[in-house]
């Protein structure tokens, strides 16, 4: 297992946050992670990353690789999200450099951190604009994060995070911000990038429309608590909990019917 989380506890001095999750995920797999605001879902991303606020107490196991992130040195953390673990966040533009080029943003990494020659990390920013499928690449790459749609600036996200060949991408409401049909064509390239880069993706959101898409596997959060998990299919078909029967329930009827018959 890529992951491995063993009864995961978060807490902000009396309240806890997270209440004793465990979970598995493996790579070329997708977990989504669903549940109402303030149930925890940025808690355990942060806790995933070894970005907990000092604020935070934790207990239990966050296993990656055979290496537990909660006892792990900064320094091996730092090396860690540099270039095993990736993350996309909900609105690009508070992650991107406004005053950058955004082939200059997703080259840096490739330049600092893998020592690539310039001329050899702008081919392979071309590569990644292309894998994010940004038509017009060529054009694109000297663009500033405000000339681009907000989709595409996700799409810039995504790249960055790839740039560094994670082993796991961890997105917070990834598409959140966007409207329904880019945040479907947001969704296809990170289901593509799963299952051709072999990575894990753990993919948040509190709209189980999102996560009934691409999920292999799907836990369900509330208040902290994990009340459900299995996979997205049977999740859906017969919920073990009625909150996740209202989380399917708050879905339009005509997603609810295509998930319904969905294979
Ligand atoms: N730095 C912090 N200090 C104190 N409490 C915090 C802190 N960060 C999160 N919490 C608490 O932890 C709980 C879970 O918050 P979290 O941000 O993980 O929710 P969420 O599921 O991501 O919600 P949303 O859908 O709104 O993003 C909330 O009760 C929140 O108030
Ligand atoms: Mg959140």
């Known amino acids: 297992m890529m992951l491995s989380i063993r009864n995961l506890r978060v807490t902000f001095g009396e309240r806890p946050a997270l209440n004793g999750i465990d979970l598995s995920l493996a790579r070329g797999r997708t977990l989504g992670v669903v549940g109402e605001s303030g149930s925890g879902k940025s808690v355990m991303a942060l806790a995933v990353m070894g970005l907990l606020p000092r604020t935070a107490r934790a207990t239990g196991r966050i296993g990656f690789d055979g290496r537990d992130i909660l006892t792990m040195p900064e320094r091996d953390l730092?090396?860690?999200?540099?270039?095993?673990i990736g993350m996309i966040f909900q609105e690009p533009m508070t992650a991107l450099n406004p005053a950058m080029r955004i082939g200059a943003q997703i080259a840096e990494g490739l330049i600092l951190h893998q020592g690539l020659s310039r001329r050899d990390a702008r081919a392979k920013v071309m590569h990644l604009l292309d894998m994010?499928?940004?038509?017009?690449?060529?054009?694109?790459?000297?663009?500033?994060?405000?000339?681009?749609?907000?989709?595409?600036?996700?799409?810039?996200?995504?790249a960055i995070a790839l740039a560094?060949?994670?082993?796991?991408?961890?997105?917070?409401e990834p598409t959140t911000a966007l409207d329904v049909t880019v945040?479907?064509?947001?969704?296809?390239?990170?289901?593509?990038?799963?299952?051709?880069?072999?990575?894990?993706?753990?993919?948040?959101?509190?709209?189980?429309?999102?996560?009934?898409?691409?999920?292999?596997d799907t836990l369900v959060l509330y208040r902290g608590t994990l009340i459900e998990q299995g996979p997205t299919e049977r999740v859906l078909r017969r919920p073990g909990h009625d909150y996740t029967r209202t989380l399917l329930d708050a879905l339009p009827p005509r997603v609810r019917a295509t998930l319904r018959d969905a294979p």
């Open 78 to 84: 730092c090396a860690l999200r540099g270039n095993r």
């Open 164 to 172: 560094l060949t994670p082993d796991l991408l961890i997105a917070d």
């Open 132 to 158: 994010v499928r940004i038509p017009r690449a060529a054009e694109r790459i000297d663009s500033f994060p405000h000339e681009l749609s907000g989709g595409q600036r996700q799409r810039v996200g995504i």
């Open 183 to 216: 945040q479907a064509q947001i969704l296809d390239i990170l289901d593509d990038l799963v299952a051709e880069l072999g990575i894990a993706l753990m993919l948040i959101s509190h709209d189980l429309g999102v996560i009934a898409r691409i999920a292999d």
